[in-house]
């Protein structure tokens, strides 16, 4: 059997990762049967605890690739038309005209136009994207604030538009996936949390996968450091906090093991159909949340291995935490990889984050981790 993976290089790699500003990270690797697993670091900086490779986190925005799995096979079923207006479902969120243009799909690849509504929930945010006029200070305001998904919503809503609905770029925007909790609630008379539960992790058989039912972990995991772009030092621990200013846009919690388990049955067309498979890989363009051009599809994004080989899937930042997700389109080769410090660079005099050694060497593990 050829070797796919050079673990003694995986291992090297994470380290760097570590060396260069990162508590601690842990993350896991597939090459047809192969798998390496790997953990470098400190779970906790107070006690010195080591983190490792089974550790459950909270993976944010990868929650919307469970969310657009879900809604697609709502569609799938014909009780979700994908490119009807979400008005037809929920005209007292998306009310007049603006339901009446929004559609389905518009939601789910951040096409809306709708803003952005953490800025409104986090009043020291309120100058976002301008960051070198935010503060970290709501972080620990609303640590235990318990929001509701309506009123959230309502913020994104009434908020200026940032564009019409459907142009491009589109907005990255959290908005969009509070609406398709609602919508999937809607439709199927339960909470989107308790059917994304039944119909995608438990149809996935997840072990470790779930949303939170309170502000803290259980299970084996990591602290989790947020350093506000060099506002908040040393960085501070959020681990227990209270996910409601997520929910179904960004709170889950899982393994790497998990979730390179998820995206290898969601491209093995064991979670949703071929075509709606075929749907969540039809990109438009956005600007990320960074600030960044992307192209993002149906709750995934591509990226590009420095073979030149396509990867798909997606990232996500909580406050601490931060996860990436990738699988070739054959899922012959994955990469899951958690870490627990989040906004690491310090900002220049323009405001922009400056490059750190954190960035360079996760971009050699992923390089490593996709390409061998």
Same mark, same amino acid.
């Given at each position: 059997m050829r070797n796919l993976l050079d673990p003694a290089k995986l291992?090297?790699?994470?380290?760097?990762?570590?060396?260069?500003?990162?508590?601690?990270?842990?993350?896991?690797?597939?090459a047809e049967d192969q798998?390496?697993?790997?953990?470098?670091?400190?779970?906790?900086?107070?006690?010195?605890?080591?983190?490792?490779?089974?550790?459950?986190?909270?993976?944010?925005?990868?929650?919307?690739?469970?969310?657009?799995a879900a809604?697609?096979?709502?569609?799938?079923?014909?009780r979700i038309g994908l490119d009807a207006p979400i008005g037809r479902y929920l005209p007292n969120l998306v009310p007049g005209e603006r339901?009446?243009?929004?559609?389905?799909?518009?939601?789910?690849?951040?096409? %809306?136009?709708?803003?952005e509504y953490l800025p409104y929930a986090y009043p020291s945010l309120r100058p976002f994207p301008a960051l070198a006029d935010t503060r970290p200070q709501s972080l620990d305001d609303h640590r235990f604030t318990r929001f509701d998904p309506a009123e959230?919503?309502?913020?994104?809503?009434?908020a200026p538009a940032f564009s019409a609905p459907g142009g491009t770029p589109g907005l990255y925007s959290n908005t969009n996936y509070l609406l398709l909790g609602q919508l999937l609630e809607?439709?199927?008379?339960?909470?989107?949390?308790?059917?994304?539960?039944?119909?995608?992790?438990?149809?996935? &058989?997840?072990?470790?996968?779930?949303?939170?039912?309170?502000?803290?972990?259980s299970g084996p995991h990591s602290q989790m450091y947020e350093a506000w772009f060099g506002m908040?030092?040393?960085?501070?621990?959020?681990?227990?906090?209270?996910?409601?200013?997520?929910?179904?846009?960004?709170?889950?919690? %899982?393994?790497?093991?998990?979730?390179?388990?998820?995206? &290898?049955?969601?491209?093995?067309?064991?979670?949703?159909?071929?075509s709606s498979l075929a749907q969540m890989q039809r990109t438009v363009t956005v600007i990320s949340q960074e &600030?960044?051009?992307?192209?993002?599809?149906?709750?995934?994004?591509?990226?590009?291995?420095?073979?030149?080989?396509?990867?798909?899937?997606?990232?996500?930042?909580?406050?601490?935490?931060?996860?990436?997700?990738m699988t070739s389109a054959d899922s012959r080769r994955q990469m899951s990889v958690a870490i627990n410090l989040q906004r690491w660079s310090r900002l220049d005099s323009s405001g922009k984050p400056q490059p750190h050694a954190i960035d360079d060497a996760l971009a050699a593990l992923y390089g490593l981790a996709l390409d061998g």
């Open positions: 291992n090297t790699a994470i380290e760097n990762i570590h060396r260069a500003g990162v508590p601690g990270l842990f993350a896991e690797v597939r798998v390496w697993r790997g953990a470098a670091g400190v779970a906790d900086l107070a006690t010195g605890r080591p983190v490792t490779a089974d550790m459950r986190h909270r993976v944010g925005s990868i929650t919307k690739t469970f969310v657009a809604v697609l096979q709502q569609v799938e079923s014909g339901g009446d243009a929004i559609t389905v799909r518009m939601l789910i690849n951040h096409t %809306s136009g709708l803003a959230l919503i309502e913020m994104g809503v009434t809607r439709v199927t008379g339960i909470t989107a949390e308790k059917y994304i539960t039944q119909n995608v992790i438990e149809r996935a &058989g997840l072990q470790d996968t779930g949303f939170p039912d309170g502000p803290h972990l908040i030092d040393p960085p501070r621990d959020f681990s227990v906090f209270d996910m409601s200013y997520a929910g179904v846009a960004g709170s889950l919690v %899982s393994t790497v093991a998990d979730l390179n388990r998820f995206f &290898g049955l969601l491209f093995d067309g064991k979670i949703v159909s071929r &600030g960044r051009t992307i192209e993002y599809g149906l709750g995934m994004y591509p990226m590009e291995a420095p073979g030149g080989a396509t990867f798909w899937g997606n990232g996500g930042t909580v406050w601490g935490a931060g996860t990436i997700s």
